[in-house]
């Protein structure tokens, strides 16, 4: 469900999405001139380092700072910004996921930057646009009305610390299990496909409620679609 929210939330302004992602080179005069005239995020950063190489108007309203203060903060500037649990959490499945893209392919993730004095959920397409920048567009909760606090209510468990350390304790089974539970099977379905007993499902179930400090299924299933969400 959050998938397809995160798509809608991007596509909000389609016209001005659609020709941004066309561009190649951040150094063009339309590029900025579209990218400051849009009340979207929009930002350009290095391949090799990640220090931000272009921030339009919209991000600068929300930082309080300047194009040059920001550009010259480099990548500390940035992890200062963001929620360091969910920074830490993602940074480095950020790095493995965009070492293989090949110019022109894009995904989408979610994380928690700090703007001014409140934390919120940010929406973000990561494009690779040439062999050196990647272009990134984005919508926080805050701009998104109803949307918006639907993302923050569905993303607010990877908010927590305490689930941070405690999703990190689940097994690779216990969060196959979480899955198939998220995608809505049945213990009978689900014991079938792992050839275990109904009687074995339920005490893994268990064992995951324990690790995650929760009292329900539901509780947990929430946990694990925040988690699987971020990107």
């Known amino acids: 469900m959050l998938d397809n929210?995160?798509?809608?939330?991007?596509?909000?302004?389609?016209?001005?999405?659609?020709?941004?992602?066309?561009?190649?080179?951040?150094?063009?005069?339309?590029?900025?001139?579209?990218?400051?005239?849009?009340?979207?995020?929009v930002y350009t950063n290095a391949i090799d380092t990640w220090h931000l190489t272009f921030v339009n108007e919209t991000l600068q309203r929300l930082l309080g700072k300047s194009a040059k203060e920001i550009i010259a903060g480099g990548f500390s500037y940035i992890k200062s910004v963001a929620d360091p649990n969910i920074f830490e959490g993602?940074?480095?499945?950020?790095?493995?996921?965009?070492?293989?893209?090949?110019?022109g392919e894009a995904f989408i993730y979610h994380q928690r930057m700090q703007f001014q004095s409140d934390f919120e959920w940010v929406v973000t397409y990561k494009k690779k646009i040439n062999d050196h920048e990647f272009l990134n567009i984005a919508q926080t909760t805050s701009m998104l009305g109803h949307m918006g606090e639907m993302m923050e209510k569905m993303m607010s468990p990877a908010a927590l610390p305490a689930?941070?350390?405690?999703?990190?304790?689940?097994?690779?089974?216990?969060?196959?299990?979480?899955?198939?539970?998220?995608?809505?099977?049945?213990?009978?379905?689900?014991?079938?496909?792992?050839?275990?007993?109904?009687?074995?499902?339920?005490?893994?179930?268990?064992?995951?409620?324990?690790?995650?400090?929760?009292?329900?299924?539901f509780e947990a299933i929430r946990i694990y679609e925040a988690f699987s969400f971020l990107m």
């Open 163 to 217: 689930n941070w350390e405690n999703i990190e304790r689940l097994t690779t089974s216990e969060k196959n299990i979480l899955e198939m539970l998220y995608i809505g099977k049945s213990t009978e379905t689900i014991a079938q496909e792992l050839f275990i007993s109904v009687n074995t499902l339920h005490t893994h179930k268990k064992n995951v409620l324990k690790k995650l400090e929760v009292g329900t299924t």
């Open 5 to 41: 929210l995160s798509s809608k939330v991007l596509k909000k302004e389609s016209k001005e999405f659609t020709s941004l992602i066309d561009f190649h080179d951040a150094d063009d005069p339309e590029f900025k001139k579209m990218a400051n005239s849009i009340p979207l995020i």
């Open 90 to 103: 993602i940074f480095e499945k950020l790095k493995d996921r965009v070492v293989e893209m090949k110019i």
